[in-house]
């Protein structure tokens, strides 16, 4: 029996990680939209693929993400490869690649940190802009 994937739990995971609110999700999704409609749509199992595809363009996450992600497949699958990994550890790295590959890491993450705030300001000016 093939188990469903509820689509508006997962437009909630994603907007929540990306911290953005209801009501930026609505305002992106235009003048139709409200935060009452965006929560209407975080509640529904199967989203039609249009408004997928809108909702995933502005989190800027494929809309396949959203279709297929399951939460629980995915702490499962993440707990098995960290107990796998302490049994199959290979001593044979350099020390300071994975140090500069962290670096880089974090800096990719700070960076697209950096890019969603930018973006969260260029939504409030909007949203300012259009109440003065």
Request: hydrophobic content about 35%; overall charge negative.
């Amino acid at each position: 029996m093939s188990e469903t994937i509820h689509h508006g739990r997962n437009i909630k995971r994603f907007r929540e990680m990306l911290g953005i609110k209801q009501e930026g999700l609505a305002y992106e999704l235009g003048e139709e939209w409200t935060q009452k409609r965006v929560s209407i749509l975080e509640q529904k199992d199967v989203i039609e693929q249009d408004i997928l595809d809108q909702v995933a363009k502005i989190l800027k996450v494929p809309a396949e993400a959203i279709k297929n992600f399951d939460e629980e497949k995915a702490i499962f699958n993440i707990q098995n490869n960290y107990d796998n990994a302490n049994q199959n550890v290979n001593y044979q790295f350099s020390p300071i690649d994975k140090w500069i590959e962290a670096v880089d890491d974090i800096k990719q993450l700070y960076e697209r940190l950096l890019q969603s705030e930018k973006e969260k300001i260029e939504i409030l000016q909007k949203l300012l802009d259009r109440n003065l």
